[in-house]
């Protein structure tokens, strides 16, 4: 039986009562009794029940821990009404469905609304009115509680209602009714417990079924419905919970001071932001962080990154999407504005790990012996042109040329040799095996080698001597292959040139330059023979573009064009096709197993063909004829497209894992080895390389048309550009070549031209993060 103050009702008025209820049930002074004519003018009186509970008790709970209560305590416990009593009264008192009844019922995402019966709606089914105006359906199972003890509630009353609820909120309140409770073994429902803590009516019977609702600490849901019944659990339950409860409201802490970086970082100006390590400062917030990037990258692993994510962002109150969290890791300055998201989720490296840059250091200073000294032929006599892209870091090709006493011309095509450096097997092999390719990207490159390694002795740097395969060919006049010879060699390049640098030269005729001129020669008289061997020229000019600050917020943008069909360029490409037929022919001669390179032949139409306009159409037009592509590792296989019966790529061995591994293959012959890898091993090794050049590929070409449509979106709105049409799509729509700047894009008018024609366009929107670009023409 508890020890409690008891005071009977028998002789008091209503308002004499209210000199006892506690002073939160009005929202007024917690610490002294609320005057009768404040009761008496109080707007919840209507709600007040008409009778009380038969006794109370003040703060005994907290007198017997030696504290004063912080708000006066009443709890009622009627010894003569029985729980079943109880409920039983509570639901008379809840009557029926109907309209005017207040009541509380969930929604499909969980909230839990109050809002007063309108109407019935079907059947079942009633309507009913939330505080802002909301008309809802509420079927039966969907109420959770109905206030008892309103008759006709107005909707206009609901606000002032809720806020007189939430000023009784208080879950200290619930702990003292507990114990209490538990200690009579009694369980308890919302108007119960309302009388308990509060008194009698209404607002408290709601108060007190939002405290039972919301605490899950003190008490169990014993039975469910309108009027569910709970049950206080038993105190070591309530510790247990307690200390779940507590690291709970730690976690929530932490995610709160999370929370507020965020909202601070987003609201600095980018120039202010924190650098992205700022987010790496601790476990918590590096968890959370990576877990952002992984689902805005859409490369989500495990359900509990999942979690952590949409955990952040629902804090935030923002939509729980990979774009979503983009933006916001932008704003948080985690990602740069122009953030490469493709780059990102292809996992590909753009970082050597500290073994690799050892290693390369190892090499530097501690040189692996060449072991193909002996056979190395000293070629320093050559005036060697190097000739590549202004910007290029990696030089692994030059050439030189002399006219022989037939009045043939010899070629020597001079190759980096990067295995003299790196043996089969090295670390830094494995690694380059696993890149597979170097990624030329605007806004810079990710090489196969560490560039301590590619831009120094693998290179053919100026000036330098430097080792080399070296493949000579003499042309016949016609310009076929007549001979051609491998060699291991030791190089001095004389002159390091760019395109255009290599062009002007062209143009100039310089007489010192006379080796530079035969190259230009024999490469058109071999462009034309190949040209007769069915060749196919697919070049169109295309845009290069050069971001040199992408992590700036308006980086800048460099363009160009590149125009493939030039005289320097054409120099070039047809020197390294020599090179590649030449290398199959030794290969075939050898029978070494190399990734041979072929391309099925297509029937072209001449008379279609000769129709489109030539230049960049008519290479359009090509490119559909391009036959499939193939590979062969015992044997060369015709190449149709480049017009030889042979092919393997040999030049670019600082970039390409094809070409290195062909070294390691030739080298190995040329000191008189075996050479190491077997066709299965080759095979299997060109599968992945493959596979990487082609997400390389892509890589490339995605981060290109970015910067493309960000420079367009950049330009002044209705800026007019000349466009040549290259051909049409099924729609009519026609695909343009925007000539001053090397990009093609779709016109999204039907144009009445025929291809070859000009006509002007203008931007009509460019979002360059959705590859989204529209043209109109003018």
């Known amino acids: 039986m508890s020890k409690m103050m008891m005071i009977t009702r028998a002789g008091h008025n209503m308002a004499a009562a209210c000199l006892l209820r506690p002073v939160c049930a009005l929202g007024a002074c917690f610490h002294h009794p609320v005057p009768v004519s404040r009761l008496v003018a109080s707007p919840l009186l209507p709600w007040f029940g008409a009778s009380f509970a038969t006794g109370v008790r003040i703060a005994e709970v907290a007198t017997r821990r030696g504290v004063a209560p912080a708000r006066p305590l009443r709890v ?30 969930s929604k499909e995402s969980g909230k839990y609304v109050l809002g007063v019966i309108q109407k019935p709606e079907g059947k079942k089914n009633w309507i009913a009115t939330d505080q802002f105006g909301n008309m809802h359906s509420v079927k039966p199972q969907q109420v959770t509680f109905i206030v008892p003890g309103v008759e006709d509630f107005k909707i206009a009353d609901l606000s002032t209602f809720t806020n007189k609820v939430e000023t009784l909120e208080d879950s200290s309140l619930l702990e003292f009714a507990w114990e209490e409770l538990v200690e009579a073994k009694k369980d308890v429902n919302a108007v119960e417990l309302a009388k308990m803590c509060y008194g009698d009516g209404p607002i408290e019977y709601y108060a007190a079924h939002r405290l039972l609702m919301s605490q899950q600490v003190y008490f169990r849901c014993k039975q469910k419905g309108f009027s569910a019944i709970y049950e206080p659990r038993p105190l070591s339950q309530v510790n247990d919970l307690k200390q779940k409860q507590s690291i709970e409201d730690a976690a929530r802490q932490k995610l709160l001071g999370y929370i507020n970086d965020i909202r601070s970082a987003c609201d600095q100006p980018y120039e202010s932001k924190p650098p992205p390590n700022h987010w790496q400062s601790c476990d918590y917030s590096s968890a959370r962080t990576d877990s952002l990037r992984a689902y805005a990258l859409e490369v989500t692993n495990t359900p509990q990154q999942k979690q952590l994510a949409e955990e952040v962002l629902e804090a935030l109150k923002i939509s729980k999407k990979p774009s979503v969290a983009v933006d916001l890791l932008i704003k948080m300055g985690v990602f740069p504005v122009h953030v490469n998201l493709d780059l990102l989720k292809s996992g590909v490296p753009t970082e050597f790990s500290c073994d690799f840059l050892e290693a390369s250091q190892h090499v530097l200073t501690s040189p692996p012996l060449d072991t193909n000294l002996a056979d190395r032929v000293d070629l320093t006599h050559l005036k060697v042109y190097t000739i590549d892209s202004e910007d290029a870091d990696e030089i692994d090709d030059g050439l030189s040329a002399a006219r022989l006493p037939d009045g043939r011309i010899k070629v020597w095509i001079h190759v980096a040799d990067p295995t003299r450096w790196v043996p089969s097997m090295h670390i830094l092999d494995k690694e380059a095996k696993r890149r597979s390719t170097s990624i030329y990207l605007p806004t810079g490159a990710i090489p196969m080698f560490p560039m301590e390694l590619a831009s120094t002795v693998m290179s053919l740097r100026q000036g330098y001597e430097t080792c080399a395969l070296t493949v000579s060919i003499i042309f016949h006049p016609t310009g076929s292959i007549a001979e051609s010879q491998v060699m291991c060699s030791t190089i001095r390049p004389t002159y390091r040139l760019s395109y255009d640098n290599a062009l002007e030269l062209l143009q100039m005729n310089v007489e010192e330059e006379a080796d530079l001129y035969l190259l230009d020669e024999v490469a058109q008289v071999r462009r034309q023979w190949r040209m007769g061997q069915g060749a196919i020229d697919a070049t169109v000019p295309e845009a290069s573009i050069r971001v040199p600050d992408p992590e700036s917020p308006k980086p800048s943008i460099i363009m160009s064009v590149v125009d493939q069909a030039g005289r320097a360029s054409q120099l070039v490409t047809e020197m390294m096709i020599a090179c590649g037929e030449a290398l199959a022919a030794f290969g075939d001669e050898k029978n070494i197993s190399l990734p041979y390179r072929g391309q099925a032949s297509q029937e072209i139409p001449e008379d279609d063909i000769k129709a489109i306009p030539e230049g960049p159409c008519r290479a359009i037009a090509l490119r559909r004829y391009l036959g499939r592509a193939d590979m062969s590792f015992m044997k060369p296989i015709s190449h149709a497209a480049l017009g030889i019966q042979g092919y393997v790529q040999f030049t ?78 099924k729609e009519g729509e026609p695909l343009v070549l925007l000539e001053k700047l090397g990009i093609q894009a779709n016109v999204n008018t039907r144009v009445t031209t025929a291809i070859g024609s000009e006509i002007t366009v203008m931007v009509e929107a460019a979002y360059p993060r959705n590859d989204f670009l529209i043209l109109r023409q003018v």
């Open 76 to 105: 009622r416990i009627a010894k003569a009404v029985t729980t079943n009593e109880a409920t039983t009264n509570s639901k008379q008192s809840e009557g029926v469905l109907r309209k005017g009844v207040l009541l509380e019922f």
């Open 652 to 729: 670019s061995p600082i970039r390409r894992y094809s070409d290195l591994l062909a070294h390691y293959q030739v080298k190995a012959v040329l000191r008189g080895e075996p050479p190491p890898f077997s066709s299965a091993y080759v095979e299997a090794v060109m599968a992945v390389v493959n596979l990487q050049s082609r997400q390389a590929r892509k890589l490339q070409t995605s981060s290109s048309r970015y910067w493309q449509i960000e420079y367009l979106r950049r330009q002044p709105r209705g800026t007019h550009y000349q466009a040549l049409v290259l051909r049409f799509a």
